[in-house]
């Protein structure tokens, strides 16, 4: 016992404090010596004097009782290690485990407000060249605006946030943008039964984002089509829009996505995009529950 916890309280800590292995193994056959000697020699005395009655055949020399304490405190060192390593090894993973989730959240966080001011920049023309062009209720464009900002203050800083709101503020967004496009048709179709669903907040808005951003406007057939369905707990989430040249710009929006939805998400979802004959598409699938 005296060898297990001078190992666990002072050895092994002195040994992780200094990095010096030479000392470590030189104090733990110091110890081994002195508490194997100490323990044969009170163990002689108690046999010698009879202060401990034996009521068996006892024929071990002081020489065996030496190996024998010997090998108690080397047993006493070995589980000093072991335990300290054992015990130090689980808390290092626990404390490697906290670090990685306050480092994802703050990566999330860091995303999000990276997010934030390129909407802001997008949505601003918008309602620039609505009344610029004379079209529309800027009124109305101002209250659309409004309620998707609020959504951004407040409803975004959840970690998930009700699927409804998210695609209310998406078809704000679609309509905020349709005001400003005259020679492309845009569909926006969602399916299934979005009530009491969660999912990241300001997930989706990234990808419609990029649909309105890179859209043709000198095609003959310029469009723009956003589906999502929702069944049994997944989310299918599609878009596709006509493109004369690919975009080539890398913007921060779909880099954003693709982290966010690896922080979040892992395994339970897929992204796939693709272009090809003028037509840009992606499609992402989502399991809502976890």
């Known amino acids: 016992m005296l060898a297990f916890y001078a190992l666990y309280g002072y050895l092994m800590p002195d040994y992780f404090r ?10 733990s056959l110091l110890l081994i010596l002195v508490l194997a000697g100490l323990a044969a020699w009170i163990m ?18 002081y020489r065996d009782m030496q190996y024998n304490r010997l090998f108690m405190a080397l047993l006493g060192i070995m589980a ?3 335990v300290k390593l054992a015990l130090d090894r689980f808390e290092l993973r626990r404390n490697l485990a906290a670090l990685e989730k306050e480092r994802s959240a703050a ?8 997010l934030n001011p390129h909407f ?4 601003l023309n918008s309602l620039y060249s609505q009344l610029e062009l004379g079209t529309g209720d800027p009124k109305q464009t101002l209250s659309a605006l409004s309620d998707m900002l609020r959504y951004q203050l407040y409803d975004s800083e959840q970690e998930l946030a009700a699927l409804d709101k998210e695609l209310d503020y998406l078809a704000d967004y679609i309509a905020l943008q349709k005001l400003r496009l005259d020679n492309c048709t845009v569909n926006y179709v969602v399916d299934g039964d979005s009530k009491s669903q969660k999912i990241a907040p300001l997930l989706l808005i990234a990808f419609v984002e990029n649909t309105f951003k890179h859209v043709s406007d000198n095609l003959t ?21 006509s493109y004369e040249v690919a975009a080539t710009g890398k913007g921060i929006g779909l880099d954003n996505v693709r982290k966010r939805l690896s922080l979040i998400y892992g395994k339970r979802h897929q992204l796939e995009i693709k272009q090809e004959n003028n037509i840009y598409e992606v499609e992402l699938t989502l399991c809502l529950k976890s």
């Not at 200094?18 to 104090?27: A, H, V």
């Not at 002689?44 to 020399?61: A, C, D, K, R, Y």
């Not at 997944?234 to 829009?241: T, V």
């Open 221 to 241: 057939e310029n469009f723009i089509d956003i589906n999502i369905q929702i069944h049994e707990g997944q989310l299918r989430f599609y878009c596709s829009n």
């Open 107 to 114: 990566e999330l966080i860091y995303l999000k407000a990276q």
């Open 80 to 82: 000093g290690i072991f």
């Open 120 to 123: 802001l920049f997008n949505s």
């Open 18 to 27: 200094r990095r010096n292995l030479s000392r470590l193994i030189l104090l």
């Open 44 to 61: 002689g005395i108690l046999l010698q004097n009879m202060i401990v009655p034996i009521h068996f055949e006892f024929s071990w020399t």
